[in-house]
């Protein structure tokens, strides 16, 4: 599969109507490690009303330039293409899911 067509892939699936929280990580990143159980949680939460997908940042360098990843782990919410909200570190399942409900909520009254 070319990097284009893993792209083009990552590009629709961020441009659904489904908020996507994508989440950069790195192997060698200890709180990367701590985010996998958080975001399986979150997913028990959220169900269908989220896409959870995980980003390699230093195989998908363009990716993480693109959406100016600084550091790991960095967690960005998409709705129809448009980042909602972005924040480096660990973020708690309750607290992500609270920041999620805002987010998508804020964006559905705009």
């Known amino acids: 599969m070319s990097t284009e067509t893993k792209q ?9 109507d489904t908020p996507v929280l994508v989440d950069f990580y ?3 990143c200890g709180p ?3 985010m996998g159980p958080i975001l399986q949680d979150l997913k028990k939460r959220l169900g269908d009303n989220i896409n959870i997908i ?4 230093e195989k998908n ?30 973020v708690q399942p309750a607290q992500l899911e609270q920041i999620i409900n ?3 909520a ?5």
Do not use: H
Request: hydrophobic share 40%; with cysteine; proline share 4%.
């Open 32 to 34: 990367c490690k701590m």
């Open 102 to 104: 805002q987010k998508t």
């Open 61 to 90: 360098p363009q990716a993480a330039i693109k959406y100016q990843v600084r550091g790991v782990p960095t967690l960005i919410l998409f709705k129809n293409g448009e980042i909602l909200w972005q924040q480096a570190g660990v």
């Open 26 to 28: 790195a192997d060698w």
């Open 54 to 57: 995980k980003i390699d940042a």
């Open 8 to 16: 083009m892939t990552f590009n629709d699936i961020i441009s659904g």
């Open 106 to 110: 804020e964006y559905e009254q705009r």
